[in-house]
């Protein structure tokens, strides 16, 4: 259990506390807490979490919803469980569009939060397993691709060129962002802005590059951290 991380943005100092406690004692790590959403996005990036409990309403002028909005535009998707209190209808509707992985009620009960959050990661995970395969478009015909046979993503403008193990590559009209969400995070990851790798196809690699035997994949400053971090965990796993 120590292993999930939670972020709580939570503009009521007491209620954010006795969360707090409450996560402290099941054995979860607390990243932050957060009255707004600049902290909030502050805190998410000084240290990612595995799961986000939003408030909906905030201090300043952007809501918990405008927090969720954010984090399901980031790279890993991160579920997040909406706190809330009685809510108007146009609120609950622009709530909803969002798709929380729950909703708690305030004030917050202690078995509620636990199991609610439990429940979240539980089926965050499932969803993750289960992308085994992934639908592509030859512009012929749709057919289905073991996600182990990527290598890597390159994005040409409005389309993403994917290379595939013994196969020629083929072309999606699509973000790179909008690809890489369909497949598992921790195997796939942004190397650089025009690229994402699958980290389990990587043959060698130097402080530059990622090689595919005799393709290269660039890996730009800012995502050595994190792209060779999925590295030495892939290598103490096998």
């Given at each position: 259990?120590?292993?999930?991380?939670?972020?709580?943005?939570?503009?009521?100092?007491?209620?954010?506390?006795?969360?707090?406690?409450?996560?402290?004692?099941?054995?979860?790590?607390?990243?932050?807490?957060?009255?707004?959403?600049?902290?909030?996005?502050?805190?998410?990036?000084?240290?990612?979490?595995?799961?986000?409990?939003?408030?909906?309403?905030?201090?300043?002028?952007?809501?918990?919803?405008?927090?969720?909005?954010?984090?399901?535009?980031?790279?890993?998707?991160?579920?997040?469980?909406?706190?809330?209190?009685?809510?108007?209808?146009?609120?609950?509707?622009?709530?909803?569009?969002?798709?929380?992985?729950?909703?708690?009620?305030?004030?917050?009960?202690?078995?509620?939060?636990?199991?609610?959050?439990?429940?979240?990661?539980?089926?965050?995970?499932?969803?993750?397993?289960?992308?085994?395969?992934?639908?592509?478009?030859?512009?012929?015909?749709?057919?289905?691709?073991?996600?182990?046979?990527?290598?890597?993503?390159?994005?040409?403008?409005?389309?993403?060129?994917?290379?595939?193990?013994?196969?020629?590559?083929?072309?999606?009209?699509?973000?790179?962002?909008?690809?890489?969400?369909?497949?598992?995070?921790?195997?796939?990851?942004?190397?650089?802005?025009?690229?994402?790798?699958?980290?389990?196809?990587?043959?060698?690699?130097?402080?530059?590059?990622?090689?595919?035997?005799d393709a290269a994949v660039p890996v730009s400053r800012g995502r050595r951290r994190e792209v060779f971090a999925l590295l030495e965990n892939r290598n103490q796993e096998s």
């Amino acid at each position: 259990m120590s292993l999930y991380r939670i972020l709580i943005v939570e503009d009521e100092v007491l209620i954010a506390d006795t969360i707090e406690r409450h996560l402290l004692k099941e054995g979860y790590t607390v990243t932050g807490k957060a009255i707004s959403y600049e902290e909030a996005i502050e805190a998410f990036q000084k240290q990612e979490p595995d799961l986000a409990l939003l408030d909906i309403r905030l201090n300043g002028s952007k809501t918990g919803i405008a927090v969720a909005r954010w984090l399901i535009e980031q790279r890993k998707a991160v579920p997040f469980i909406y706190l809330t209190s009685q809510l108007d209808r146009q609120s609950l509707d622009a709530a909803k569009a969002t798709y929380p992985s729950g909703y708690l009620s305030k004030p917050v009960q202690a078995q509620s939060l636990i199991t609610t959050i439990e429940i979240a990661l539980h089926n965050h995970s499932a969803q993750e397993k289960q992308k085994t395969t992934i639908r592509l478009y030859n512009g012929k015909q749709y057919f289905q691709v073991p996600v182990d046979d990527i290598l890597y993503l390159r994005a040409d403008h409005i389309y993403v060129k994917i290379a595939l193990a013994g196969e020629d590559e083929v072309v999606q009209r699509a973000t790179l962002k909008e690809m890489i969400d369909q497949l598992p995070e921790g195997q796939f990851v942004q190397t650089h802005r025009s690229y994402a790798v699958n980290i389990q196809q990587v043959t060698s690699w130097d402080m530059e590059n990622l090689f595919f035997h005799d393709a290269a994949v660039p890996v730009s400053r800012g995502r050595r951290r994190e792209v060779f971090a999925l590295l030495e965990n892939r290598n103490q796993e096998s």
